[in-house]
């Protein structure tokens, strides 16, 4: 049959190589057409074939027409029709029919588009042929020819006005002797814009790692009757510079698909990340496509895109970008995948159908997508605004109403969405719809981090899962200038290892020695790569995941201690002070006994940190300094705040821990010009520090003892989760029924100390629940454990608090913005709480457990009241139990048990998934 297609093709076919073009665009048509003319002027036409097709043969062509009709009929014919298609074949004279795309490239030699150059240049521009090569992108149009130049040289086109797409094809390898790749050093400029700067195609290619030739795509608004200059000039930093092109294309594009539309139409404004403001992308901005991925499918090259001719990287392609575990993710796909897309809410030529009818969600696991993010790191150039288009749809019909899915979106460490819907924004399932958000990447950081979480809350989320189908991400620049510094190899881009050989290529016998040598240099590079690689995952974990890990080195400890290196990386000393400008005073954000806490960076600049470096006679000396990185080493948890590393070089004791934006809980309860935390808000910390505590306590593989809780040691990430900071003072140890305590000398902050420990010298777990108890009492009543300047009976904030509830008048000691606003039951419950805590016999006090426990009660209490003045409100009753506190605060038993609500709590979840031995937990 193969031998019999093409000759039967010859008469009624147009021919280049082996490439053949059927009219009608059907093979199956035209075949049959071809049978009925052949009949028509010749009867015996049918019967001469015989011979040629036997039975075996008719059934053969029979299936072969059935599978081309089916081909044909799966390649709709494109939504949108460009007014300028305009694809130029430079250094090729004539025209050549694409294979991938079927258009028609045009040569640039003596045709229409050649490009014109300076009379007086003596260094004309030339065209050749690429190299042969093995590598099947390199051998297709427009590849294998290229011009190129030591001069300028600029391509002028006459265009309708518009909105275009300018793309450019480079090749980049060394054409001849006279033009190495490593000279093609050159800057191109489109109109007023530059769209790249000494920009070196094979230091692009060789940094990214992706494939052999690249493509670079911009977005440029032509006015009226203008044409479009790009003009290509070598550098002048180097000799022999050139320039080199292989192809361009020009394509119209939809009148405001990327570009703002009018000012009247202002639901098309652009979010700011960051600002609460709006952005608008008007006429006079250039972009330039970083990133254009179909996340939850294949590739979808230029054919298959909605008439653009786009390419849509497949979405397990950005692995090499995804900074998580993408074995935790899922790729989705509808059941039913002959459902009709409703494109209602955006046209329908934003993105083909298949960015949308496919997707990645974080699993179906609720309580694990709440302990971690999917998240993306790009690689992007510094100082300019990148505008980042989310496509979503919502086609798993099991999620159909609003609230079913929300999450959160976070971009470059800053809140997106804090409730993304993607039903709310679409209007139901099957209905594509997308946002778009800006952002700035300041001076000094190197990528673009695009995070979506899990909605924590199950109250106001039916899944806990997050969604997305499709991203875009342009630069853009309304200055003139759209260039950047050629790349560098980025770190996460982890080698695949080495290239199978060729089997094609049997002439190519290198000598033993050089396949030895090859061999040593390559595994060399790959494991120092791997290496770097290890280490940029540890940094760059999502602050939301507990299953973070850090890298592994062998740093020198110039402190010659025996510090566990292996399990938290070692800074040097340099590292540090770059990242802290060597100590800069205004980096210091928090002082103590200790030394001083800086914000600082690390990861080229990108990744913010906390750095506590201590005194070297300080109080919390070597002993503590090894404990806390003993400790936080071994232990992950949400609620624990996490140790990325240390610094021991030339004497120093400094900690590096992950950034928390929000400070401590004492920040944001008394002497602070912070917002006032709302009553829910607080109940939301609290159970997060004693999620942190229980896990401490019966988690882990041995029992640990903070000894140091309070409201300074309890951190609130940009999410506002609490995290349990401090360990220097813990204490690890065996707790059983016979052995119950660890005697030790006395530690802790005053004011906090369990007195029974002050007492006896010895510790215990309930310790902890002691000094909890005196943050559940900053958190109601908003003042110090201690103050000395008072009268005596109110200097100890727990003696104080206790003696109040004893007599009935708590509630007249609480902080004045919450009165009013706590629910009687509620009240009572936290009450009760806090003050089983702060019993002086440690063995009457609750466990950590209990103390959680009856703290997510506390909360479902507020929230079942605040519902209820809801529905109430709405249907005109006005309840008499009013949400205000009364002075009938008696009326609770002590020995009351508490219940265990749900394990998510808006906000916080608090599942143990790592290194946990009480698998019942609470």
């Not at 989705?332 to 960015?355: G, K, M, R, W």
């Not at 420990?757 to 009492?777: P, W």
Request: one cysteine or more; charged letters at 20%.
């Amino acid at each position: 049959m193969m031998t019999i297609w093409p000759h039967l093709c010859k008469r009624y076919s147009t021919q280049r190589s082996t490439h053949i073009t059927y009219p009608y665009n059907s093979p199956s048509l035209y075949f049959s057409l071809l049978l009925t003319q052949a009949s028509n002027r010749n009867p015996y036409t049918i019967t001469m074939m015989k011979p040629i097709l036997s039975r075996p043969l008719y059934f053969s062509l029979f299936v072969h027409l059935i599978i081309v009709t089916v081909l044909a009929a799966s390649d709709p014919q494109p939504i949108y029709s460009p007014v300028e298609d305009i694809t130029v074949n430079c250094g090729y004279s004539g025209n050549w029919t694409s294979e991938d795309d079927g258009r028609n490239w045009i040569g640039d030699i003596n045709s229409k588009f050649s490009p014109f150059e300076h009379q007086a240049v003596s260094n004309k521009s030339e065209f050749k042929e690429a190299p042969h090569s093995y590598n099947v992108q390199q051998v297709r149009v427009p590849y294998t020819t290229v011009r190129l130049s030591r001069s300028e040289f600029t391509y002028s086109f006459k265009l309708s006005s518009g909105q275009k797409f300018i793309r450019l094809y480079f090749n980049p390898v060394s054409y001849g002797p006279d033009f190495d790749q490593s000279k093609a050093l050159f800057s191109v400029k489109a109109g007023n814009f530059t769209l790249l700067h000494d920009f070196n195609a094979s230091v692009t290619a060789a940094a990214f790692n992706l494939t052999k030739i690249i493509y670079r795509e911009f977005c440029l608004n032509i006015d009226e009757e203008k044409s479009l200059n790009i003009t290509f000039t070598p550098s002048r930093t180097i000799p022999d510079a050139y320039g080199f092109i292989n192809g361009i294309e020009i394509v119209s594009m939809p009148t405001n698909l990327y570009y703002s539309p009018p000012e009247s139409e202002s639901f098309r404004e652009i979010k700011m990340v960051g600002s609460g403001t709006n952005f608008r992308i008007e006429n006079r901005t250039a972009l330039q496509m970083m990133y254009r991925i179909n996340i939850g499918g294949d590739s979808l090259l230029f054919k298959k895109d909605t008439g653009m001719y786009r390419n849509w990287v497949a979405g397990y392609a950005d692995e090499l970008y995804y900074l998580d575990d993408l074995s935790l993710t899922r790729s989705l796909v509808p059941q039913n995948i002959s459902t009709q897309l409703n494109f209602s809410e955006i046209p329908a030529y934003t993105a083909p159908e298949e960015v949308y009818r496919t997707g990645r969600s974080m699993g179906r696991n609720d309580t694990l997508n709440k302990s971690y993010n999917l998240t993306w790191g790009f690689p992007v150039d510094s100082k300019f605004y990148y505008l980042v288009r989310l496509h979503f749809c919502e086609f798993q019909h099991a999620i159909n109403q609003t609230y079913d899915r929300t999450f959160a979106i976070y971009m470059d460490n800053q809140t997106a969405e804090t409730n993304a819907d993607i039903i709310q924004w679409s209007g139901g399932n099957d209905r594509p719809v997308y946002k778009d958000y800006l952002v700035f990447i300041p001076e000094g950081h190197q990528h673009l981090f695009l995070a979506l979480g899990a909605n924590p809350s199950d109250q106001t989320t039916t899944y806990s899962d997050a969604l997305l189908n499709g991203l875009e991400i342009f630069k853009i620049d309304s200055q003139g200038n759209l260039a950047g510094p050629n790349p560098v190899p980025p770190p996460m881009i982890l080698p695949k290892g080495p290239s199978k050989p060729n089997s094609n290529n049997k002439k190519s016998r290198p000598p033993m020695l050089a396949i030895v040598g090859g061999v040593v240099i390559s595994s060399t590079l790959a494991a120092l790569c791997a290496l770097g690689f290890l280490v940029f995952r540890q940094r760059w974990k999502a602050k939301e995941s507990d299953r973070s890990s850090h890298g592994k080195t062998n740093s020198t400890n110039t402190r010659g201690s025996s510090l566990p290196s292996e399990l938290c990386h070692h800074f040097s000393l340099a590292e540090i002070k770059a990242g802290t400008q060597n100590f800069n005073d205004i980096c210091i954000i928090g002082r103590g006994g200790f030394g001083n806490v800086y914000k600082g960076y690390i990861g080229d600049g990108a990744t913010p940190v906390a750095v506590k470096r201590l005194k070297p006679e300080s109080s919390q000396g070597a002993r503590e300094f090894k404990t806390e990185i003993e400790m936080l080493s071994q232990l992950r948890h949400r609620h624990l705040v996490p140790l990325i590393g240390y610094c021991t070089d030339e004497g120093e004791m400094i900690l590096v821990y992950e950034y928390m934006a929000h400070g401590t809980l004492h920040d944001h309860l008394y002497h602070t010009d912070n917002p006032t935390l709302s009553w829910e808000e607080r109940l939301q910390i609290c159970i997060g520090a004693a999620r942190g505590l229980h896990y401490l306590h019966t988690g882990a593989k041995y029992t640990i003892i903070h000894r140091d809780v309070k409201s300074t040691n309890i951190l609130l990430d940009e999410k506002w989760v609490a995290k349990v900071s401090d360990f220097g003072l813990s204490k690890m140890g065996t707790i059983t029924m016979s052995k119950t305590h660890i005697s030790t000398m006395v530690k802790g902050s005053f004011g906090y100390l369990d007195p029974e420990y002050y007492r006896r010298q010895q510790l215990t777990v309930k310790s902890d629940v002691y000094s909890f108890g005196v943050v559940l009492c900053e958190v109601l009543c908003a003042r110090p454990a201690l103050i000395r300047t008072v009268e005596k009976k109110q200097t100890s904030l727990a003696e104080w608090a206790k003696n109040c509830h004893r007599n009935g008048a708590l509630e007249q000691i609480i902080d004045p913005s919450l009165k009013g606003k706590i629910e009687t039951h509620c009240f009572n419950k936290f009450a009760e709480i806090a003050m089983s805590c702060l019993h002086d016999n440690g063995t009457e006090r609750p466990s950590m457990n209990d103390v959680l426990s009856g703290i997510e009660f506390a909360l479902e209490l507020q929230r079942g009241a605040e519902k209820d003045i809801i529905n109430n409100t709405s249907t005109g009753r006005k309840r008499e139990d009013e949400v205000t506190l009364t002075k009938d605060m008696q009326g609770f038993s002590s020995s009351e048990k508490s219940c265990a609500t749900s394990e998510s709590i808006t906000g916080m979840s608090g599942t143990i998934f790592s290194e946990i031995n009480d698998s019942e937990g609470r």
